[in-house]
Every structure is written in structure tokens, then in C-alpha cells.
T-cell receptor
Framework: LAKTTQPISMDSYEGQEVNITCSHN???????ITWYQQFPSQGPRFIIQ???TKVTNEVASLFIPADRKSSTLSLPRVSLSDTAVYYC????????????FGAGTRLAVHP | DVKVTQSSRYLVKRTGEKVFLECVQD?????MFWYRQDPGLGLRLIYF???????EKGDIPEGYSVSREKKERFSLILESASTNQTSMYLC??????????????FGDGTRLSIL
């Protein structure tokens, strides 16, 4: 059964590094892992995307092990404005590209 | 910057009504998607379209239909609204043929209440 699993919530403090892991055992061979950020009353916003190993951009890093059954979003030195819900999105084989979002991780950053 | 616009932020309808949710994107994207978002369940795909007049069912298509007559517009239709369709509805678009290998750009959602 195609499923994407991530922690329901996390707490952190300003200036710390935050790592959020998503499990996706049945990821399709050719599909990417994508992370989104969502603030209240807004649609999700793209953060980062990767296929394997490590990807880094100006806001985050994404670590993907060789078996690709999980991925970890890393947010360096979080601030209060990083308080949001974070979703991973994975494609699974299923007749057509089957897109499954995780249920989201609610990150609370405290002063 | 890609802009995905959903016609209403809030909508209240009655059970049994036919409801139309409209979405327009301005970046000539091939793919468009409709999701519903419920607490604890994340985003679930209702339908997607990879070209004009083309559509594919997502995970929860029952009770919904879609229309894509023009590339920039993707409509979600609730044929006979029921209270269990009260939810936040999100529209998204993405570039190209691959569904998962291009970032999706989302609208800000329509919060639909069925009374």
C-alpha cells in the first residue's frame, strides 16, 4: 500500500537546526521527493526537490539515502517565521503516477 | 512568478446543490490538480489533468467531476453536494509531462462549507 509517513508535530527554538523525516517505502523508481511549506490560510509552497543523495538550496537541504525509502528535510538555523506545516510529496507506481502527500508535520519554533 | 487563482476563498452551499470551483493559472502549465485538505489527512488528490480535455482520477474522485476546456482553467464540480464534502479545496499546476518531477504551484484554497 502506497503510503507517506511523517511526524505529526515538532518543536524547536530559534537558531537550531531542524530535521524532518518522511518514510516512503514503495517510492517509484523514476519519481522525485518534494517538500512543501504551508502557512495558515495559504496554499503549500515549494521548498526543495530531490531524487537521490543530497540537494541544497538557499533555504533547506534534502537528504535521501541510497534505498530512497525515506528522506530528511533539514532547515538550518530556524527562525520564528519557519513555524508552519511541512509536507513531503512522493510519486508511487500505480498504473499512472500516483502522488501521495504525507499528512504534514506541524513545526513550532519558539523564541 | 506563477500565479494560481481560485475564484472564491470561502463558499457556503446547501446539500444537494451543484457546486463549481474554478481555478486559473497564468504560466501555460500542462498539468493541473485538485486536492482536498482535511485535518490529520493532509492533501488528497481528487483529479488531475495533463492536457486540455484530458483528466485522470486521483485517490478520492467519488462525488466529484472536473472540466478542462482551456489550458489555463480547471474546474472542480460537486454534482450533488453533501456535508462530507465540507473541506478546504486546493488547486495546483505544474509544468511538463511528468507529474512528480516538477514542483506544483498552489492557489490559496477555497474553504467550502456544505450545510
Amino acid at each position: 500500500l502506497a503510503k507517506t509517513t511523517q511526524p505529526i508535530s515538532m518543536d524547536s527554538y530559534e537558531g537550531q537546526e531542524v530535521n524532518i523525516t518522511c518514510s516512503h517505502n514503495n517510492i517509484a523508481t523514476n519519481d522525485y521527493i518534494t517538500w512543501y511549506q504551508q502557512f495558515p490560510s495559504q496554499g503549500p509552497r515549494f521548498i526543495i526537490q530531490g531524487y537521490k543523495t543530497k540537494v541544497t538550496n538557499e533555504v533547506a537541504s534534502l537528504f535521501i539515502p541510497a534505498d530512497r525509502k525515506s528522506s530528511t528535510l533539514s532547515l538550518p538555523r530556524v527562525s520564528l517565521s519557519d513555524t508552519a506545516v511541512y509536507y513531503c510529496l512522493v510519486g508511487f507506481s500505480g498504473g499512472y503516477n500516483k502522488l501521495i502527500f504525507g499528512a504534514g508535520t506541524r513545526l513550532a519554533v519558539h523564541p | 512568478d506563477v500565479k494560481v487563482t481560485q475564484s472564491s476563498r470561502y463558499l457556503v452551499k446547501r446539500t444537494g446543490e451543484k457546486v463549481f470551483l474554478e481555478c486559473v493559472q497564468d504560466m501555460d502549465h500542462e498539468n493541473m490538480f485538485w486536492y482536498r485538505q482535511d485535518p490529520g489527512l493532509g492533501l488528497r488528490l481528487i483529479y488531475f489533468s495533463y492536457d486540455v480535455k484530458m483528466k485522470e482520477k486521483g485517490d478520492i474522485p467519488e462525488g466529484y467531476s472536473v472540466s478542462r476546456e482551456k489550458k489555463e482553467r480547471f474546474s472542480l464540480i460537486l454534482e450533488s453536494a453533501s456535508t462530507n464534502q465540507t473541506s478546504m479545496y486546493l488547486c495546483a499546476s505544474s509544468l511538463g509531462r511528468s507529474l512528480s518531477n516538477q514542483p506544483q504551484h498552489f492557489g490559496d484554497g477555497t474553504r467550502l462549507s456544505i450545510l
